[in-house]
């Protein structure tokens, strides 16, 4: 304990909406919902029903949230429940539903932080063609303005995108994750149609009025570990972070990026007057830190597979391996807690005055689970305090920092992996949806009663 906890620093767990929402029926389908039919995408057949039957237990988590003590809840919401598909009329149904979910956190005190796309895109969307559409940047930037319409005047903070790099390139190159696309081309198409989709509705929300407007980004260090891989790490790097970074800042797609891609696209699908567009001001960005990359030569047989980090999810990826270095969690990440501020510096240095959050950090961790149902898991107190002590000393050093979301509320659908990872503090029972904190989620709280305010 005893973190020393400033006491403006905010303090929240995050969830996203296909992870737990669960009530299939009462929303419209999406990319994840058509993966999750095709055989083997999800490694242990989870489908989006039940997941956590959150929308039929939402009071239920709302106590969680209180019973926690949380400062803000990061959740994120299904455009088709919203918008049945994806464009045109609106579902009064879901729109009931996150205002009960929004008014429930103000009642409870705790600030809303809404994320409008995490990865659940609208099955006749995908079916348009998706993110490598640039009609789809217009149709998202629609959605969030009837979102803005309802809800701006009580959600605290606003993204755009969680980690358009997932949906980009786990998307459409490796086809990891939904819609399970193999086109390197058309991945780099889906990260400037992302980008301009979140420039549009930056605009949008900013001129109705809506407050704190900024969007999601998994900013991921990447190391080379010999002097040989530092032009395949710039490579790695360019199109993990500097991409996005660099289109924030209005520079463009970086030019060696350009390059190196040449062989996979023509670009032709860049404007030039939609830089402004993509560089509209935020006014903050979150990052998501688990781990670091590690960019090795291809010489050894490798040890570990970290799930995300495979050379298929790169465009024109050059020869190398991902060589993750012990500990790991259960996804094959390396645990690396100063590497959150290697994280920082990547956003700090493209967008100097932003300030900045960890919007999901945790770890899947093998637990026990005793015979009445608890959970002992000591690995991820660990984890978390570690990587909340290195945040504060970043802070400390001059990083404008101002909160940390825990990932995850509960044990959730964890995309391609299913229910096979948990990143819960708190227990899902997946047969039954019973919730069981975990001794993590009992540190988490202490840690939040124990501050100054
Ligand atoms: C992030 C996602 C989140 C969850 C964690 C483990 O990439 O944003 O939904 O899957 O990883």
Redesign the pocket.
């Known amino acids: 304990m005893d973190l020393n906890l400033p006491p403006d620093f905010e303090l929240g767990v995050a969830t996203?909406a296909w992870?737990i929402e669960g009530d299939v029926a009462g929303r419209g389908r999406c990319n994840w919902d058509d993966f999750a039919e095709l055989p083997g995408a999800i490694v242990d057949g989870a489908t989006g029903e039940p997941a956590c039957d959150h929308v039929h237990r939402l009071d239920e988590d709302l106590d969680l949230l209180t019973w926690l003590g949380v400062d803000a809840y990061r959740f994120s919401i299904s455009w088709p429940r919203v918008m049945p598909t994806g464009t045109g009329a609106l579902s009064p149904q879901g729109l009931d539903f996150y205002d009960r979910l929004i008014d429930g956190l103000l009642e409870r005190g705790i600030r809303p932080v809404a994320t409008l796309f995490?990865w659940d895109l609208p099955s006749p969307l995908e079916a348009a063609g998706g993110w490598p559409e640039r009609d789809t940047a217009y149709r998202f930037a629609d959605y969030a303005q009837a979102m803005g319409e309802r809800y701006a005047d009580r959600v605290d903070r606003w993204a755009t995108l969680?980690?358009p790099w997932?949906s980009a390139f786990l998307g459409y190159c490796s086809g990891y994750f939904a819609p399970g696309r193999k086109e390197p081309g058309a991945s780099l198409a889906a990260v400037y149609h992302l980008l301009l989709g979140h420039g549009l509705a930056i605009d949008r929300l900013r001129d109705l009025g809506a407050r704190n407007l900024g969007i999601v980004l998994?900013l991921i260090p990447v190391i080379a570990q010999s002097e040989s891989m530092e032009a395949a790490t710039r490579h790695v790097d360019g199109l993990q972070n500097r991409i996005f970074l660099d289109l924030l800042a209005g520079n463009g797609i970086p030019p060696d990026i350009r390059e190196s891609c040449a062989s996979v696209t023509d670009w032709s699908f860049v404007r030039p007057e939609d830089t402004p567009i993509l560089a509209t001001p935020i006014d903050w960005l979150g990052e998501?830190y688990?781990s670091v990359m590690r960019v090795a030569e291809v010489d050894s047989e490798r040890h570990v597979d970290a799930i995300g980090q495979d050379i298929a999810d790169i465009p024109a990826c050059p020869p190398l391996r991902f060589d993750p270095q012990p500990p790991y969690t259960d996804m094959g990440w390396e645990v690396l807690p100063e590497g959150i501020e290697m994280a920082l510096r990547k956003a700090t240095d493209h967008l100097p005055d932003v300030p900045l959050w960890i919007c999901?950090n945790g770890a899947a961790i093998a637990e026990e689970i005793a015979a009445d149902g608890t959970v002992h898991d000591p690995n991820r107190i660990e984890y978390i305090d570690d990587h909340l002590r290195a945040l504060l000393r970043a802070r400390d050093r001059g990083f404008d920092v101002r909160g940390y979301f825990a990932?995850s509320l509960l044990d959730n659908l964890?995309?391609a992996s299913g229910w096979t990872k948990k990143?819960g503090l708190v227990r899902v029972d997946p047969a039954t949806g019973t919730r069981t904190p975990k001794d993590s989620a009992r540190w988490y709280r202490d840690v939040l009663a124990a501050r100054t305010r």
Request: aromatic share 28%; glycine share 0%; hydrophobic share 20%.
């Open positions: 996203s992870q995490h969680n980690e997932c998994n998501n688990y999901e990932w964890e995309w990143f």
